[in-house]
């Protein structure tokens, strides 16, 4: 079963466009969350026009039982739906309900209540630091045209260099450029955070730019794809799959890799933990710990410094 709206009552669409409406102004949903909210809901709404024949509509959402729930999760994990994604999906559910029943004053505890699946973290795994050089210097071997070879290398430094995830590099703008010592961006839920930029990034955007035969106003797209387009992660993440298959790098060597691989070098070298939470942009300490790959021992020491006992 997908998520098609010929499923689902036109009052269900309205009342999920609503509440995505409502928490967009609020500022309390991304853009891409919102999107990622409205294709699960879609499929909750689905499997509900067709589990409960006899309540249609918005009465259908206010009639549902702990049973009805089980057997959502249940089909779920029969469409071969991972526990990760139904975590996921669970979550998007009980969002909506609580703006829901408190709108229309009802009780959602059969929603609520619904346990996720447990599934286990995979902690990202960083490049050796003489890896994540190679990555960059056969970045560099995967074009014939030099302007595209210095593109390649200066999205890669931006991730490595300055710990940027692969959408807030391609969200760079002519706006941007020169790149100073420090960069704006705006990552997850438009929060705001000034990045650090080395000179090897610096110089990296320098050289692209000085051979990029596509000028743009300030609006436009830093990077570029051949035809001239905005530069999309699919390309990028190409490049690199096309590079560790060069170098024989494992499949978790990806964009994201890229930045893990910043976060643990700089831990490594004595980096204070809540200085590169900042530097990531994470709300929460506990993701910054998850992200870098460094030893308990190396862990202890840097809340030792950060925690000293009296």
């Known amino acids: 079963m997908s998520g098609d709206k010929g499923f689902i009552a036109p009052a269900l669409t309205d009342l999920l466009e609503r509440w995505l409406t409502t928490d967009s102004a609020l500022g309390r949903i991304s853009e891409n969350t919102r999107k990622a909210y409205q294709t699960d809901l879609l499929v909750f709404f689905a499997f509900l026009s067709q589990h409960m024949e006899n309540v249609r509509g918005v009465e259908m959402l206010r009639d549902i039982s702990v049973t009805d729930m089980r057997s959502f999760m249940a089909h779920e994990r029969g469409r071969g739906i991972a526990a990760r994604s139904l975590a996921r999906e669970l979550s998007a559910v009980k ?23 447990k599934f286990h973290n995979k902690l990202p795994r960083p490049l050796a630091k003489d890896a994540a050089k190679a990555v960059l210097e056969t970045a560099a071997l995967q074009s014939t045209e030099p302007w595209v070879q210095a593109r390649d290398v200066a999205v890669l430094t931006l991730l490595y260099g300055c710990g940027l995830r692969i959408s807030e590099a391609l969200s760079l703008t002519f706006a941007d450029v020169p790149l100073s010592d420090k960069l704006y961006i705006k990552g997850k839920g438009d929060k705001e955070r000034l990045v650090p930029v080395i000179p090897t990034a610096q110089d990296a955007v320098a050289q692209y730019l000085r051979l990029c035969p596509f000028p743009g106003e300030k609006e436009h797209a830093l990077f570029r794809g051949v035809r001239g387009g905005a530069l999309s992660p699919r390309q990028v993440q190409k490049t690199l799959a096309d590079v560790r298959m060069q170098l024989g790098l494992p499949s978790s060597v990806t964009p994201h890799a890229m930045r ?6 700089l831990l490594n070298a004595g980096g204070d933990l809540r200085a590169i939470q900042e530097l990531l942009g994470h709300a929460s300490l506990a993701s910054t710990e998850a992200y870098t790959a460094v030893d308990t021992a190396r862990l202890l020491e840097v809340y030792e410094k950060a925690h000293p006992r009296g």
Do not use: L, Q
């Open 260 to 265: 893990h691989s910043f976060a643990t070098h």
């Open 95 to 117: 969002s909506f309900y609580r703006w829901f029943s408190e709108r229309d004053d009802f009780d959602a505890t059969a929603v609520m209540m619904t346990r996720a699946p």
